[in-house]
């Protein structure tokens, strides 16, 4: 019985959601082929070219089976608490129902079923008599939105909590509501917008103290938004303060996914100043500190990035390799285009020059896995890039016009300035 | 005081043995019979000795014995008539490395002298301006000799050439060199990966495309039999192909004519087309899993490149060339290579050929500290791409009594005994920092002596 490769089976089998969970596993399974290892395509490889055995595929259904059982079961739970409340008139036990099932639903990688919960709850909003009691459902429903890359409906959904959360004088909330608006300003590069978002937020997150999460996060939110506009001092100044705070939580050593996100930014700052040496080290501390797959993968893209640009191809290429396996093996596949994207810089640096597979796997697995449209914006400005570089500026330009298309759609100027700079050139 | 050579050859290659000694500083000291041989070697510790596997007094036998000596194996020099794969690993197996071919030959036999005096107290680089900037092909050996003649041979005609070997032995920079001597040399050279490239995608980029002629055709695009026009075509990995598009690469390669995907008429070209493949083209051939015809329309100059672990002769070179490209690349200073890394290197089996050397070199450069590439600069497990967790996992497993921290002291340990205590490597293999690993040893209690 010999293996097959991910791609063999992708084109084998329908493209429906029944079978997207199985397959998720399938990839997850998959190990590099053993006799690429060595050949000059072997760094080209990506998850299609991935073998699995037949045999492995019949061990993954009961576990698949399994998820699909408890997801559908807490579904159906959801469906019966709504039901039963909204039986007893109580509309707000039947919307706290809707978003509770809605995290539940997220939390197990069914964003789009989260959303169409959330949906439904924010339905229920107006037979709600205190209209606070909605603040979870469109937090909640902001965050989702804010994941999907769906910024517009992110923005507006944490507006509205900032309204309600203000009316009501709920700190906590409103802290995070504006916050969150910060930070999808951040997502759309809207800087200016961002640094008033985050003024706003600094009134509440006072009142919540200095020992609130709250305060490091929009310190540190505040250096991501000075490194963007490369004031890089006062990036350092908000990333110091927001360090301090976080320290100051507690009498231990801050924990790690903390340090993981301090350090990363600090990489970000010093790699923005040209520190190249340094950035190395901040980042490689945050990949030592990191625990969330998610995380781990950021940091090793970044990693990767600083290596590469200090002309350190192979090793970048390896962490870039290393952050690919994780994404498999922790079944966080949507973070396979940047990882993609990375990997095909690394491969056109190592002078392949079929290194374009890479960009096309990225497109690949963001039109498999339905990836929000900024992914396929970030992928084609790489791609585009790439394809100037090479010589190819009729194809690069028309990949680049619509990364802009998809960017100005999103309301990301900074970015869609960033593309049509290049397209420019 | 020189060294010495004590040899057990047959009487016809004594002279050119001597010769070739003397060449490289070396005394010699000849023998008919075994007991007086082994004691000269008793007498002169630092002393080479030479035997003819299928010499007098019986080679291999006598060979073991010398082998067994301690450092017997480094001391070890063996010829032998012809180099079957059985006398190789005879070789390898007695910790001898290469075997000299017989008749011997006075330059063979000095050159190998002097890579062991190298090895002796390792390489020192020439000074930067005396590095070639990138030759194209490295090694001097009798096997990359036997390749350049062919280049040259395959240079001087214009058909098509199939080029085989394992993969990194260099397939690409053999094409190049085709072509760069070749009339077509004014041209382009262009290579594509037929394995790299998605079948979806590969005809588009072998021919062409129109404009909107399937999604994602955003403009009109030349193929690379076009962009190869008047220059060379390099397919690499040819065997990777499906037989579609072998039909249509044969097609091209008879008629001289491409057409673009979703184009309405053919395009000429003026191709010449080398492909390169690491697998068995004639067997696949017979399984019908690679077309025939196109078979002997490449195979029409053939050229074998040989495995690493077969021209270990050129290691030394190769070993010198890299250090210099990735000291310029880097901007760090690489005095020499010390003698126990060229030990490792050429105890290694290379199963990624010289492209794996590259790696291990490039890693090398980089963590060398003071000038001298050391041991513990070399990363031989991780220069391979990385295998996943999975496949890294013990296959025993543990048992299920064991605690996480008992666990990993267990598996830090192993990692550590396998690496020889070299703290890099077993950071590299256990995927986290080598201060993380430090700081693991220390709070596990376990004992390592870093290198």
């Not at chain 2, 760069?180 to 495309?209: D, K, M, T, W, Y």
Request: with cysteine; charged share 30%.
């Amino acid at each position: 019985m010999k293996s097959l490769s991910i791609e063999e089976i992708r084109r084998l089998l329908p493209d429906v959601e029944e079978l997207r969970p199985l397959l998720e596993e399938v990839d997850a399974a998959a190990r590099p082929d053993a006799e690429r290892r060595w050949t000059a395509s072997g760094e080209l490889g990506t998850v299609g070219e991935r073998l699995v055995r037949p045999d492995q595929v019949d061990g993954l259904i009961p576990e698949v089976m399994e998820r699909i059982r408890e997801r559908t079961a807490a579904l159906y739970g959801t469906a019966a608490q709504a039901i039963h409340a909204l039986a007893d008139d109580d509309r707000q036990g039947a919307l706290d129902a809707l978003v509770h099932g809605a995290e539940a639903q997220a939390s197990m990688g069914h964003p789009g079923v989260a959303e169409a919960l959330i949906a439904a709850a924010l339905r229920q909003i107006d037979a709600v008599p205190d209209r606070s009691s909605a603040l979870p459902a469109l937090l909640s429903g902001a965050r989702l939105a804010r994941a999907a890359g769906r910024w517009q409906a992110a923005e507006s959904r944490y507006l509205k909590a900032l309204t309600l959360a203000r009316d009501a004088d709920d700190v906590q909330q409103a802290a995070t509501a504006a916050v969150g608006a910060g930070n999808v300003a951040v997502d759309r590069g809207l800087w200016a917008l961002a640094r008033s978002r985050y003024d706003e937020a600094e009134t509440w997150v006072r009142r919540l103290g200095s020992e609130a999460p709250e305060s490091w996060h929009l310190e540190l939110n505040r250096s991501i938004v000075a490194r963007e506009e490369d004031r890089l001092l006062e990036a350092e100044e908000h990333w110091k303060r927001a360090k301090e705070l976080a320290t100051g939580l507690s009498d231990r050593e801050m924990d790690g996914p903390t340090r993981a996100i301090l350090s990363n930014a600090r990489g970000q700052i010093l790699h923005a100043r040209g520190l190249d040496e340094e950035a190395e080290v901040a980042f490689k501390h945050a990949l030592d500190a990191a625990r969330h797959p998610d995380a781990r993968v950021t940091i090793a893209v970044n990693l990767a990035e600083v290596l590469l640009e200090r002309g350190r191809a192979l090793e970048a290429g390896e962490v870039a390799r290393d952050a690919e396996e994780l994404a498999l093996g922790a079944r966080v596949t949507p973070r396979l285009p940047e990882v993609y994207r990375i990997l095909g810089r690394v491969a056109a640096a190592r002078g392949h020059a079929d290194a374009f597979v890479l960009f096309e796997r990225a497109l690949d697995v963001i039109r498999g896995q339905r990836l929000p449209d900024v992914e396929r914006a970030r992928t084609l400005e790489a791609y585009g890039r790439y394809d100037k570089d090479r010589g190819e500026v009729q194809t690069g330009r028309a990949r680049l016009r619509e990364a802009a298309q998809i960017l100005a759609r999103l309301g990301c100027r900074g970015a869609q300035s960033r593309v049509q700079a290049l397209i420019n050139e | 005081m020189s060294q010495t050579v004590i040899g057990l050859i047959s009487e016809e290659g004594e002279g050119e043995a001597e010769l070739g000694a003397r060449e490289a500083g070396f005394q010699w000291r000849p023998f008919r019979r075994a007991s007086p041989f082994l004691e000269a070697l008793t007498d002169v510790p630092d002393g080479v000795a030479l035997v003819s596997l299928e010499g007098p007094e019986g080679g291999v036998p006598l060979a073991t014995k010398v082998a067994r000596r301690p450092d017997g194996g480094d001391r070890l020099l063996l010829s032998a008539p012809g180099a079957s794969l059985e006398l190789a690993l005879t070789a390898r197996e007695l910790g001898a490395g290469l075997l000299l071919r017989e008749p011997l030959s006075a330059a063979d036999l000095a050159r190998e002298l002097r890579r062991r005096s190298r090895i002796e107290v390792g390489i020192r680089l020439p000074a930067p301006e005396e590095l070639a900037d990138d030759p194209e092909l490295v090694g001097s050996g009798y096997a990359m000799a036997q390749v350049v003649r062919a280049i040259a041979e395959a240079a001087g005609v214009d058909s098509p050439v199939l080029l085989s070997g394992e993969s990194g032995t260099g397939k690409e920079l053999v094409a190049r060199a085709i072509h760069g001597a070749s009339e077509r040399q004014s041209g382009p050279f262009v290579a594509i990966n037929c394995a790299a490239i998605p079948e979806h995608l590969l005809e588009s980029e072998l021919f062409g495309h129109e404009r909107g002629a399937f999604t994602g055709a955003v403009a009109r695009k030349e193929g690379r039999f076009q962009r190869a026009h008047g220059g060379t075509l390099l397919l690499d990995e040819v065997g990777d192909m499906s037989l579609i598009l072998q039909a249509k690469i044969l097609r091209a390669l008879e008629e001289g004519e491409v057409e673009r995907v979703g184009g309405s008429g053919p395009v000429r070209v003026d191709a010449r087309v080398v492909g390169a493949t690491n697998r068995k083209l004639d067997q696949e051939v017979e399984e019908e899993a690679f077309r025939e015809d196109l078979f002997y329309r490449l195979a029409v100059n053939r050229i074998t490149l040989p495995p690493l672990r077969e021209r270990l002769e050129d290691l030394e070179e190769l070993v010198v060339h890299f250090a210099g490209h990735f000291s310029r690349r880097y901007g760090r200073p690489v005095a020499g290579v010390d003698r126990e890394v060229l030990r490792r290197l050429r105890a290694h089996s290379w199963p990624g050929n010289v492209r794996e050397l590259r790696n291990v070199m490039d890693r090398a450069v980089q963590r060398c500290q003071g000038g001298w590439i050391r041991p513990e600069d070399l990363s031989l497990g991780s220069a391979a791409p990385r295998l996943s967790a999975r496949e890294r996992a013990p296959v025993d497993g543990y048992p299920p009594t064991m605690s996480l921290e008992e666990v990993e002291r267990d598996h830090i340990a192993r990692v550590l005994d396998y690496t020889d205590g070299v703290m890099a490597d077993a950071a590299d293999i256990l995927g986290i920092h080598r201060n993380t690993l430090t700081r693991k040893v220390n709070a596990l209690g376990l004992r390592s002596e870093p290198r």
